[in-house]
T-cell receptor, first 114, second 111 residues
């Protein structure tokens, strides 16, 4: 069966510090991968998605970036965090295209920028 | 693009049925999904329905789709306290197309 991992689970970082959040998927090949941010415990904002190694699409211009160095690894980064980057970050995967594109989510990372 | 709307809050008594409603704007949405999020956790896919279906049932969950009115509902039979969570409706066209999520309906189950 497939599993998705995210770490760290929680993170407190000062403004201006760098960020690296990691997401890995097990039990599947060539998944679509996604990064979302959830602010105020509600709506999801799609930040990035990837359909393959090195292929990243950005949905919202911001000071965040994403990379996919391996098939089942997705990394969210920032060189300098802003207060507004605080939130709950969710990674998700979906099977390769051809089907309903149902997404499966990781447990999330709670980021607090102070 | 797609816009998905849901009411923010629903309160029901334990043992009653819950009905969570959702409307969407994009008539080309091929798949419609329901997700559940418990506090501090990621989203859990509950079920999805293909747009050529009117209804899908899975144990205590029943999804109804009115494609003409672009209205989707999730009925939870015999609601339990463990069903307390935020429920997200989402729509998409499958394939590489992105999925658009609603803002979520918080379901409170009163013992």
């Amino acid at each position: 069966s497939q599993t998705i991992h995210q770490w760290p689970a929680t993170l407190v970082q000062p403004v201006g510090s760098p960020l690296s959040l990691e997401c890995t998927v097990e039990g599947t090949s060539n998944p679509n991968l996604y990064w979302y941010r959830q602010a105020a415990g509600r709506g999801l904002q799609l930040l990035f998605y990837s359909v393959g190694i090195g292929q990243i699409s950005s949905e919202v211009p911001q000071n965040l970036s994403a990379s996919r160095p391996q098939d089942r690894q997705f990394i969210l980064s920032s060189k300098k965090l802003l207060l507004s980057d605080s939130g709950f970050y969710l990674c998700a995967w979906s099977p390769p295209p051809g089907g309903p594109n149902e997404q499966y989510f990781g447990p999330g990372t709670r980021l607090t920028v102070t | 693009g797609e816009d998905v709307e849901q009411s923010l809050f629903l309160s029901v008594r334990e043992g009653d049925s819950s009905v969570i409603n959702c409307t969407y704007t994009d008539s080309s949405s091929t798949y419609l999904y329901w997700y559940k999020q418990e506090p501090g956790a990621g989203l859990q896919l509950l079920t999805y329905i293909f747009s050529n279906m009117d209804m899908k049932q899975d144990q205590r969950l029943t999804v109804l789709l009115n494609k003409k009115d672009k209205h989707l509902s999730l009925r939870i039979a015999d609601t339990q306290t463990g069903d307390s969570a935020i429920y997200f409706c989402a729509g998409g066209s499958g394939g590489y197309q992105k999925v658009t999520f609603g803002i979520g309906t918080k379901l409170q189950v009163i013992p």
